[in-house]
C-alpha cells in the first residue's frame, strides 16, 4: 500500500450506496478494529461495529447534532476511558483504519458530537468505565469516482508555513503535505509542528472563546494529525518515537506530545 497516495484519496464521504458491503470483508474489518494501534497503550478504548447502519439512523438526531444526516450502510462506535490524552488516543489509531478503509475503496466520515451513551443501548455493549466518543461512518461511496484524483488537487488547508515551522527540506515538506491532509472538524485544523532537528514538538491550538467550544474536537484532530505524521515519516523511511517533555506553553498554544525522527 502507498500510504502517500492513500492519504491524498481519503475524503470524508456523507453520501452512500446503500448495499452492505460483503460478508467477508467485513470480518476483515473487524479483525482491523481490533487491532488498531494506540497513541497511549495505558487508555483502555475499543471500536464497536454496527453491522445495521440503519440502528444508529434511527437515533441519528440525538448522535449526530450539527453534523447533519449521515446514512451511511455500517458505523463504528469508538469508546474509551476518560483520562488525559484520549482524544488524541481515538485519532491517532482510527485515522489509521479510516486510511486502511480508504485503500479497500471504501468512503468514510468521522461524525462527532455528545453521543449518549443511552441512546446506544441495545446496539452495542459499551465496556463498563468507558464512553462513546466518536462514530465513523462507511461503506461504498454514492459516486464511486470519488477517489480519483491527482495528487496535486487541492483541498482547503492552511498554508505549509502556518502548520509547520524550522527548516523544511524537499524531504519534510513532503511529510507536512502529507499531515496537510489530515481532516478535522469544520476544517480548523488545530494542529501546529516546531521541528528541531531530530524532534517534532506538536502543540495544539486553544482557539478563541467560540472555538474553544471544539476543544474535544481539537485534540482528536491532533490525533489524526499524528497518525499523519507518523505516517509519512516511514513513507520517507524514517522511524519514529513518541515522547513527553516538560515543555512550555507557547502563546495561544498547548504542548501535546514530542517525536523523535530516526
Request: net charge positive.
Amino acid at each position: 500500500m502507498n500510504i502517500k497516495n492513500i492519504i491524498y484519496k481519503r475524503k470524508s464521504i456523507r453520501k452512500y450506496k446503500g448495499e452492505p458491503i460483503e460478508k467477508e470483508r467485513l470480518l476483515e474489518i473487524k479483525e482491523l478494529i481490533k487491532n488498531v494501534t494506540p497513541l497511549y497503550k495505558e487508555i483502555k478504548m475499543q471500536g464497536l461495529l454496527v453491522e445495521n447502519g440503519v440502528e444508529i439512523q434511527k437515533i441519528s438526531k440525538g448522535i449526530i447534532g450539527s453534523y447533519g444526516k449521515i446514512e451511511a450502510p455500517h458505523y463504528i462506535v469508538v469508546t474509551s476511558e476518560e483520562k488525559e490524552g484520549f482524544h488524541e488516543n481515538i485519532g491517532f489509531a482510527f485515522e489509521k483504519l479510516v486510511l486502511d478503509l480508504t485503500h479497500m475503496g471504501l468512503g468514510t466520515c468521522w461524525i462527532g458530537g455528545a453521543i449518549k451513551k443511552e441512546l446506544l443501548n441495545g446496539i452495542v455493549e459499551i465496556p463498563e468505565n468507558q464512553k462513546p466518543v466518536v462514530l465513523i461512518a462507511f461503506g461504498y461511496p454514492e459516486d464511486s469516482n470519488i477517489f480519483n484524483i491527482e495528487l496535486s488537487s487541492g483541498h482547503k488547508r492552511k498554508e505549509l508555513e502556518y502548520i509547520a515551522l524550522g527548516t523544511l527540506n524537499d524531504t519534510w515538506e513532503e511529510i507536512f503535505q502529507g499531515v496537510r491532509r489530515a481532516p478535522s472538524a469544520v476544517n480548523f485544523q488545530p494542529w501546529r509542528f516546531y521541528k528541531d532537528h531530530s524532534e517534532i514538538h506538536a502543540y495544539v491550538t486553544e482557539g478563541n472563546i467560540i472555538t474553544r467550544n471544539l476543544a474535544h474536537f481539537s485534540k482528536l484532530d491532533m490525533g489524526i494529525a499524528l497518525c499523519h505524521l507518523k505516517l509519512m515519516c516511514e513513507y520517507k523511511g524514517f522511524k519514529v518515537e513518541f515522547i513527553n517533555q516538560d515543555l512550555p506553553k507557547r502563546k495561544g498554544l498547548q504542548y501535546v506530545i514530542t517525536i523523535k525522527v530516526k
